[in-house]
């Protein structure tokens, strides 16, 4: 959801990019990824080819669709948390934001889940965006910290469990047809990590 306080040339921006972003889902699920061109994309959200490349720089970049400006987001968010937060509970507290505000819109996340799991380059392109972000995070996490990213384990080992943690929620709700609750489900693997991943009787 777009803020009212983002300007209106930002908002349509933003209405632009997430309307290719479906088209390309909508198109791929219709037909397959090889038979799907930019040009079909821009037409189905009524934009020019040149105006596609303006906002994404491929057709699997579309089709995954990750906002570039998510991982910043997610930073500003974990530094934002209280301080008398454990660098762990903060990473638990946006995680279930992140996954409430994903759960709200109930078309996109499922196509593009659903899409992008019967697309191997999709994943791949997916894994690529996912491992970027853990960089970005980890640098947060040690300035959090106090730690050094590479020197010290502990950020880049964080950053690496919130975004497994993500990823394993994210298979289970796709695994269960989207039925159960996302939040919920982030927090029943966080609550596995804090126990120590006991094995299962």
Do not use: C
Not at 71 to 80: C, D, G, N
């Amino acid at each position: 959801m777009v803020p009212m306080s983002t300007g209106l040339r930002e908002r349509k921006k933003l209405a632009t990019r997430s309307a290719l972003h479906l088209a390309a889902l909508q198109l791929v699920a219709e037909r397959g990824l090889d038979e799907v061109s930019v040009d079909d994309i821009a037409e189905r959200a009524d934009v020019s080819p040149r105006t596609f490349f303006n906002y994404f720089p491929s057709k699997i970049d579309a089709v995954v669709g990750l906002d570039p400006a998510a991982p910043q987001r997610q930073v500003e968010a974990f530094l934002s948390r209280p301080a008398d937060e454990s660098p762990v509970e903060a990473m638990r507290a946006v995680a279930r934001e992140q996954a409430a505000e994903m759960s709200e819109n109930t078309e996109l996340w499922p196509l593009r889940l659903t899409v992008i799991d019967a697309h191997p380059a999709a994943l791949a392109r997916l894994a690529a965006a996912f491992g970027e972000s853990e960089q970005v995070l980890a640098a947060a996490i040690g300035e959090r910290t106090g730690t050094r990213v590479g020197a010290d384990a502990y950020p880049a080992l964080l950053a690496g469990v919130a975004a497994a943690a993500m990823r394993t929620s994210l298979h289970r709700w796709f695994a269960g047809d989207f039925t159960a609750a996302l939040p919920d489900l982030v927090d029943e693997t966080w609550d596995l990590l804090a126990a120590g991943l006991p094995a299962p009787r």
